[in-house]
């Protein structure tokens, strides 16, 4: 899941937008160093999440998640 960095919150659609056209373009652009970077960067963060000011956000999906203790 994709979401704005400052606040958690889903991505709006222009920003995605943004980070989907123009930002995976400089990403690629340079011999793929914008997808490299994501080694180096604390966050993992590459330079299209960098220009978007996003975050991806890894959750377990309904499936994998455990059960609660009271079910």
Do not use: Q
Request: zero cysteines; a positive charge.
């Amino acid at each position: 899941r994709v979401v704005d960095k400052n606040t958690g919150k889903h991505a709006s659609f222009w920003v995605m937008i943004h980070r989907e056209v123009f930002g995976k373009f400089i990403s690629a652009f340079a011999f793929s160093l914008g997808y490299i970077w994501a080694f180096f960067d604390p966050d993992t963060r590459t330079w299209h999440d960098m220009i978007a000011k996003t975050v991806v956000v890894k959750e377990l999906s309904p499936v994998l998640k455990p059960l609660p203790e009271n079910a």
